[in-house]
Each structure stands twice: as structure tokens, then as C-alpha cells.
């Protein structure tokens, strides 16, 4: 037996393993959902940093728009 069947042989074993619905429900409850709660708390203070700096440039935005309209209101 040389090492690429052998290799081969595993390969197929495990992607059998892996396509079984008992392995997939382990693999998403143990590996994935744990994975990406982390990512999420560890990125949550970041996303809603970015949110407020959005919606206050908006705002300051909208602001300078409104002085800008009183200005040429004042203006005529």
C-alpha cells in the first residue's frame, strides 16, 4: 500500500465521517456557534463605535446642510 492510497483512503473516511448529520450538528454546536459568538462579542464594541461615528457624521451633515439653506435664505 503506498502512502497517496493510504492518504486517499483516509480522506474518503473522513469525508464520509463528515457528512453524516450527527457529525455536522457536533461540529456546528462545538466548533462553528462558539466561533463566531466569540467574533462577535470581540467585535461588538467596534461595530457600534463605527454605527455612532455614522450617525453622528450624518447628523452633522444634515446640520450643515440646514445652516447652509438659512444662510441663503438670509441672503435673498
Known amino acids: ?38 467574533s462577535f462579542n470581540r467585535l461588538y464594541p467596534y461595530i457600534l463605535l463605527i454605527a455612532i461615528i455614522f450617525i453622528l457624521t450624518f447628523l452633522l451633515v444634515l446640520l450643515t446642510l440646514l445652516l447652509l439653506i438659512r444662510q441663503l435664505k438670509l441672503a435673498i
Open 1 to 38: 500500500m503506498t502512502i497517496s492510497q493510504f492518504t486517499k483512503e483516509i480522506l474518503d473516511k473522513i469525508l464520509i465521517e463528515l457528512n453524516k448529520k450527527e457529525s455536522q450538528t457536533k461540529i456546528q454546536q462545538n466548533l462553528i456557534e462558539p466561533l463566531i459568538l466569540y
